[in-house]
């Protein structure tokens, strides 16, 4: 088992910025990956970005690139995304999500991942 808790949720203009954090515990040895992704209402969750858990590689949706930005503490295990240039559109659920063991690549797919946080909510106003 893995429990997954997100933080940094919040209320925002346009332009500001927040950073979401993700805590993980349990099993974490067999974490292969972590995985951002968002739920708009009425909208299906997407993918927005992905660490591989010793944190060398790093995969984006093009709609957050050179705003967004993944990372990870080790020491913690735990994982941010910080967002930067927000826009009305980024307004959604966040959630994150823990893939586990022997992969291949990166996952971006919402099947792909075994463990899910509870979300946080993150609005975006113009």
């Known amino acids: 088992q893995v429990q997954l808790v997100e933080s940094g949720g919040g209320l925002v203009q346009a332009g500001g910025s927040l950073r979401l954090s993700c805590a993980a515990s349990?099993?974490?040895?067999?974490?292969?990956?972590m995985g951002w992704f968002r739920q708009a209402p009425g909208k299906e969750r997407e993918f927005v970005a992905v660490?591989?858990?010793?944190?060398?590689?790093?995969y984006y949706v093009d709609d957050v690139k050179g705003r967004f930005t993944i990372s990870r503490d080790n020491a913690k295990n735990t994982v941010y995304l910080q967002m930067n240039s927000l826009k009305p559109e980024d307004t959604a659920v966040y959630y994150c999500?823990?893939?586990?063991?022997?992969?291949?690549?990166?996952?971006?797919?919402?099947?792909?991942?075994?463990?899910w946080g509870q979300g946080t909510q993150v609005t975006v106003s113009s």
């Open positions: 660490i591989s858990w010793s944190g060398a590689r790093t």
């Open positions: 999500a823990a893939a586990l063991g022997a992969r291949v690549g990166l996952q971006t797919r919402v099947r792909e991942y075994d463990y």
């Open positions: 349990g099993r974490t040895f067999r974490i292969y990956a």
